[in-house]
């Protein structure tokens, strides 16, 4: 029931904006059926004109159930999914640890696409949204290794690239790379927009650079409150962190220190320049094989071993021991990659092995 066969999947989509409406059409584009429910009966009404979903409501017999809905509204459908469904249960929330801390049935797996656009609601949707995108899955001791699988499978069937984190580290992670960047944003733009006498010279003046540093501020508003009451432990760190620094590129500036500015601009130029881009296909791929225990999440463990070593697990599977208590765990990584990752795995007393793809 659970698992995929030769009978067409089938999904449910619990909110089909931005979000939720480029999942169903990645789906379908994937060989999907998919439902969809939404409160807002208008925008479930464009989702089913689009072709984001083939019907309305939500699907018993779904493999798989999606929730989009606003962070704040992710706790309940998710508790309805779970009760109307008998399959698998993920969401797309940008907040994780308070869910997951709330939620603890084997069938959810909570997740995170980093994913988007300027575009607003179901009319920014996108079958390509989440093509070659990192979709952060962050199960717990609690979750199902079939739920964690089918779910990863589900993610990567959309073409995005999935990684492994504990909620409580992809809570701290995120808040730094996309809660404190929109909030800075938001705040520089209004500190701009502030310069009411001088609104027309600094809209002409504000090209480029300035642009690009706050395009973001232009995303809908409407979902952020709930992000920053959700991850405001995490947020106030991170912004704590960035006003320290500010404060100290203020006194270089102020005292005219060179060398500290040229340290600063430079380390943060080389970073910069630094960052990974799309991960492209591997030239050459091996197995890396693991023996895994019969007990709830080993997958995860070990995964989130992966992610944290910046290891791009390319595929995975478990090939199950007939006698039930253990089984291997193969997962399809980059040869050049494999061998770092089956030593940190043999120190945590892990038996590996690497095997040639063939």
Not at 32 to 60: C, F, H, M, P
Not at 151 to 178: K, W
Not at 221 to 237: F, L, R, T, V
Not at 286 to 308: F, K, M, N, Q, Y
């Amino acid at each position: 029931m659970n698992n995929l066969s030769d009978t067409q999947p089938r999904a449910t989509v619990i909110g089909t904006g931005l979000i939720g409406g480029s999942i169903g059409l990645a789906l379908q584009k994937a060989g999907w059926y998919v439902s969809g429910t939404d409160v807002n009966l208008d925008r479930l009404a464009q989702a089913q004109e689009i072709g984001a979903i083939n019907s309305t409501g939500i699907d018993k017999s779904s493999n798989i159930t999606f929730v989009a809905t606003a962070v704040s509204q992710i706790h309940e459908a998710v508790a309805e999914a779970l009760s109307a469904t008998s399959g698998w249960v993920t969401d797309v929330g940008s907040v994780k640890a308070p869910l997951l801390q709330d939620i603890g049935d084997a069938r959810f797996v909570g997740g995170h696409p980093m994913a988007g656009s300027e575009q607003e609601g179901i009319s920014g949707a996108s079958a390509d949204m989440f093509a070659g995108a990192i979709w952060v899955l962050t199960p717990t001791t609690a979750t199902s290794d079939d739920a964690y699988m089918f779910v990863r499978s589900a993610v990567a069937s959309m073409g995005a690239e999935v990684i492994t984190l504990p909620p409580e580290r992809h809570d701290e992670l995120v808040a730094l790379i996309s809660h404190v960047p929109h909030l800075t944003a938001a705040t520089l733009m209004l500190l701009a927009d502030e310069q009411a006498e001088q609104r027309q010279q600094l809209q002409r003046l504000a090209a480029g650079g300035f642009r690009d540093m706050t395009r973001i501020a232009a995303g809908h508003p409407g979902i952020w409150p709930d992000i920053c009451i959700e991850n405001s432990d995490a947020i106030c760190e991170g912004l704590d962190s960035l006003i320290e620094a500010l404060g100290e590129v203020r006194n270089a500036v102020a005292h005219g220190n060179r060398e500290h500015l040229m340290d600063h601009l430079s380390q943060a130029r080389s970073a910069r320049l630094n960052l990974p881009g799309t991960v492209g296909a591997a030239d050459r791929l091996v197995e890396l094989r693991v023996v895994i225990a019969d007990r709830p999440g080993e997958i995860a463990r070990l995964t989130t071993i992966a992610s944290e070593m910046q290891v791009n697990i390319r595929d995975l599977e478990i090939a199950h021991s007939p006698e039930g208590e253990r089984g291997v765990l193969v997962m399809l990584v980059d040869s050049d990659e494999a061998t770092k990752l089956m030593e940190q795995l043999e120190d945590a007393g892990d038996r590996c092995a690497i095997r040639p793809v063939e």
